[in-house]
């Protein structure tokens, strides 16, 4: 009786969470004074290291989530449109052939905030329930 219980409970808790992660929605962050715009391609761009900077010409600074984090996870399948495996990849050849340096990756959210709020080149993405007032969300259009 009590197998059945934790076993339930625990499938409760495993719905719970996957339902959670598929509603989800990673979007990108800069600091609130950054007037540049940017479109899903520009984004893909400058976190494949072929963009160095804004619309407005100032330089960027991409902030990467760890890999294995859900919104690491999220974006580059949804923006980079490669696997995080495959990003992983991509920026391996790159270092070693001397001809890029992958962006910045951080723990979490929480750590892209903070960078992105106190640096006005830098670029990131979180989940949306993770925003503060201290970054602006760019619609990617």
């Known amino acids: 009786m009590v197998h059945k219980f934790i076993r339930k409970s625990l499938l409760s808790i495993a719905l719970f969470v996957i339902v959670n992660n598929a509603w989800a929605e990673v979007v990108v962050i800069v600091h609130p004074s950054n007037a540049a715009t940017l479109d899903a391609k520009k984004v893909q761009r400058i976190f494949l290291g072929k963009e160095k900077k804004f619309s407005d010409g100032k ?38 052939t001397g001809k890029g340096i992958p962006p910045k990756e951080v723990e979490n959210d929480a750590a892209v905030i903070e960078i992105v709020a106190n640096n006005k080149s830098a670029v990131g993405y979180v989940d949306s329930s993770a925003v503060t007032d201290s970054v602006k969300v760019v619609p990617l259009n």
Not at 61 to 66: A, L, Q, R
Not at 69 to 85: G, H
């Open 59 to 96: 330089g960027v600074i991409p902030i990467n989530s760890e890999i294995g984090y859900t919104s690491r996870e999220q974006f580059d399948s949804n923006v980079i449109k490669r696997s995080s495996t495959q990003v992983s990849a991509y920026w391996s050849k790159l270092v070693f």
